[in-house]
């Protein structure tokens, strides 16, 4: 399985970002079998837990500090997973990741990184 992130940058606080994440390279199922993850990580943190989406994507899971100003979905047809994120604050920054987990394996993409700054 292969995850590419995309959409990374620099914003100003308060500002928003689209980020997306093309996955391929399934082989026993399609994407659209597989519940999707955004994790980030900051300079100096441990990688954290950002969202989380179900195969369908009818329901979502946010780490508290995203609740409400970031949103996450999918395009099954498409094989993509998007994270729409508003009102971005200083501690948004990082490298945003997409992951899956996938007949007991766990795959990741490279990472897209999020600049914020005044």
């Known amino acids: 399985v292969h995850l590419v992130e995309s959409g990374g940058g620099a914003v100003q606080p308060g500002g928003s970002l689209g980020l997306s994440c093309a996955a391929s390279g399934f082989t026993d199922f399609t994407f659209s079998s597989y519940a999707m993850n955004w994790y980030r990580q900051a300079p100096g943190m441990e990688r954290e837990f950002v969202a989380a989406?179900?195969?369908?994507?009818?329901?979502?899971l946010y780490a508290d500090s995203v609740k409400g100003r970031f949103t996450i979905s999918r395009d099954n047809a498409k094989n993509m997973m998007y994270l729409q994120m508003d009102s971005l604050e200083f501690e948004g920054a990082g490298e945003y990741c997409c992951?899956?987990?996938?007949?007991?394996?766990?795959?990741w993409g490279q990472g897209t990184q999020v600049t914020v700054s005044s």
């Open positions: 989406l179900t195969r369908a994507g009818d329901s979502t």
């Open positions: 992951n899956v987990v996938h007949g007991g394996k766990e795959s």
